[in-house]
């Protein structure tokens, strides 16, 4: 918790590209946003011209296959993840995202087009508090040999991602993160987003990856890596896992004070922990920073005080 205010955009910011898994182009204008808006999509194009706004809640999400999918049949925005993810990473509370096409433009595969776009608009304090969602219960998903929890933690949010893939380039990662603006610029935010070879045909005839290439997906052919440029960190895969997690669990709605653990996770056992986590009152609680007179520096100069839950639906 490093802001006790809301913040958004200094200015809007302009982004075009093609989507990963469409290969449909797609414009985005990311607006600035009042204070108490969260970030919301507001899907353009449609048929006759309409338009439909979706908030960036779990709640919202319809898909969670390779990417994460806001919306629903012909009303959607899919691959939300690494755009919500700098937001979380950067702390921005409000923001508007207009898109004119089904899915959100891959850039090079990570969230780093994303992170400097942002940086080169700004952010502004508003004067609105800004909420955190404390984790009051430990809340757990598992799925084969996999699972993903919520603990609580007295302050910040921790990530501790684990993966294990059985091929020797990738084999068994772990990373761990404190996440603040610093370290997801540092750790998280250049990690691309990775496929096998082998797997491309079958996607293909699923409609996935018609936009995939070395421009922004790392490839491997069994135990080889087919960039030129090879790896962007050693351990990029399980780095581009967490990445994905810190966008996934931005759809809480709010910063979360807690530690997320996953263990060959994704984006649907993200999503479900955060349904899991909002199920029951008592697994949460929102609160605000408030100023304490007697804090200390390392304290950061406020205290929590709760308030009234939101709606989360």
């Excluded at 096998?196 to 990856?209: N, Q, S, T, Y």
């Amino acid at each position: 918790m490093v802001a006790a205010k809301q913040t958004t955009l200094r200015k809007r910011i302009v982004l075009s590209g093609a989507g990963v898994h469409s290969n449909a182009p797609a414009s985005l204008v990311i607006h600035p946003a009042d204070p108490n808006s969260g970030i919301s999509f507001l899907r353009t194009g449609l048929p006759g011209g309409r338009e439909r706004r979706i908030q960036a809640r779990f709640a919202h999400v319809s898909t969670t296959e390779l990417c994460t999918v806001l919306g629903g049949a012909e009303e959607s925005v899919s691959t939300v993840e690494h755009l919500m993810a700098a937001f979380s990473g950067l702390g921005v509370d409000n923001a508007t995202v207009e898109v004119d096409g089904p899915e959100l433009p891959i850039m090079d595969g990570s969230a780093a087009d994303f992170v400097a776009a942002i940086d080169e608009a700004g952010l502004v304090q508003l004067s609105a508090p800004r909420r955190f969602i404390k984790v009051l219960k430990t809340v757990r998903i598992e799925s084969g040999r996999g699972f993903a929890e919520l603990r609580p933690a007295d302050r910040g949010f921790r990530l501790e991602v684990e993966i294990d893939f059985a091929t020797g380039v990738i084999g068994r990662q772990k990373k761990i993160l404190d996440l603040d603006p610093a370290s997801f610029r540092r750790e998280l935010s250049r990690a691309r987003t990775f496929g096998f070879l082998r797997d491309v045909e079958r996607l293909w005839k699923a409609g996935f990856a018609l936009g995939a290439s070395l421009d922004n997906t790392v490839a491997l052919d069994e135990d080889r890596v087919l960039n030129p440029g090879g790896l962007r960190y050693p351990d990029e895969f399980v780095r581009h896992k967490t990445l994905d997690a810190v966008g996934d669990l931005a759809l809480a709605g709010g910063p979360l004070i807690g530690c997320y653990r996953s263990y060959c996770g994704g984006h649907k056992m993200n999503v479900a922990v955060l349904a899991a986590l909002f199920a029951d009152r008592s697994n949460y609680q929102i609160v605000e920073p408030q100023p304490r007179r007697e804090a200390s520096r390392a304290d950061l100069g406020f205290a929590l005080r709760p308030v009234y839950a939101p709606d989360h639906s």
